[in-house]
């Protein structure tokens, strides 16, 4: 079929609009990265854009060569593993469970957990709860009080419900039991909203660095957000007060930004490609319930 001139001068806008959107959500990482790699006086003249200027790889070096940093990126590692695994069961299973139109109370544990989407207790009573309860300087600090994110629950639970109930009865009939219908059929059907919900949670927690800077005492225990966000006020503060000839952390300060954002988004841009192809459907599929 011959293509009218319409459709054709659509199709140039849609890629003209399409190509924008491209350049204006690359280009402030591109220019992130190309400050990373670009010494400290180009990057004050503002002569960079999305090639390096005057090539330094001192910031990383530095940064790389230091103990501490990999103490805390273990440290961030684990707090992200242990806690987008202890949020996707808790969710999981809370969601499920509520997805169930023959739970006794259904009604009343909804409204339960979208009420603490609007309310909760306070800075200061958390703290208080928190190392009441013998939290402080452990992991548990940081992966137990936000365990549930109810906007995940509430898609999670959409999710739950648009599966057909005939293949739990069919399942049941054959002689499954409760679990062994939720492993073999109810998780093998809900790949999307796993990979979704693992991507939310882990970028949660990963870039997640208030509750450590709240209960952690002891800087062997800080994620490398505090360990990076340390760096940074270290690099400032000697700006200030006019030492930055004494350290040549604080010599390249210019760039030190540029190189921690690098650093913390690399991870989670590793990850991302292998669970894209769930994300967008299980968004979808958990959003609009059918």
Do not use: C
Not at 219 to 226: M, Q
Not at 256 to 266: A, E, G, R, Y
């Amino acid at each position: 079929m011959k293509e009218s001139w319409q459709y054709k001068t659509f199709k140039v806008f849609n890629v003209f609009i399409l190509l924008l959107i491209v350049y204006v959500t690359l280009f402030p990482f591109i220019n992130i990265v190309a400050q990373s790699f670009s010494s400290e006086a180009q990057i004050n003249a503002g002569n960079v854009n999305i090639i390096p200027v005057g090539f330094n790889v001192e910031t990383y070096k530095v940064i790389l060569s230091d103990k501490m940093f990999w103490i805390n990126y273990k440290n961030t590692v684990v707090y992200t593993v242990v806690g987008t695994a202890i949020s996707l069961v808790m969710t999981g299973m809370f969601a499920y469970a509520l997805s169930k139109k023959r739970l006794k109370g259904r009604k009343f544990f909804t409204m339960f957990a979208v009420f603490t989407m609007f309310f909760n207790g306070g800075l200061i009573p958390n703290y208080v709860l928190v190392t009441s309860l013998g939290f402080g300087n452990t992991i548990w600090a940081i992966v137990v009080p936000g365990a549930i994110s109810v906007f995940n629950l509430l898609i999670m639970k959409t999710f739950f419900e648009n599966i057909p109930d005939e293949l739990e009865e069919a399942a049941i009939m054959d002689g499954s039991s409760t679990y062994g219908t939720i492993l073999r059929i109810i998780i093998p059907l809900s790949k999307p909203i796993l990979a979704t919900m693992f991507l939310f949670y882990a970028v949660f927690h990963w870039n997640s660095w208030f509750p450590a800077f709240l209960y952690f005492s002891e800087k062997e225990l800080f994620p490398v957000s505090i360990y990076l966000r340390n760096l940074i006020k270290g690099a400032e503060g000697a700006i200030s007060s006019g030492a930055t000839s004494a350290d040549n952390l604080t010599q390249i300060s210019a760039n030190i930004k540029s190189v921690t954002m690098v650093l913390t988004v690399l991870p989670i841009l590793t990850v991302y490609p292998f669970i894209q192809k769930y994300f967008v459907s299980g968004v979808m599929l958990g959003s609009v319930k059918g």
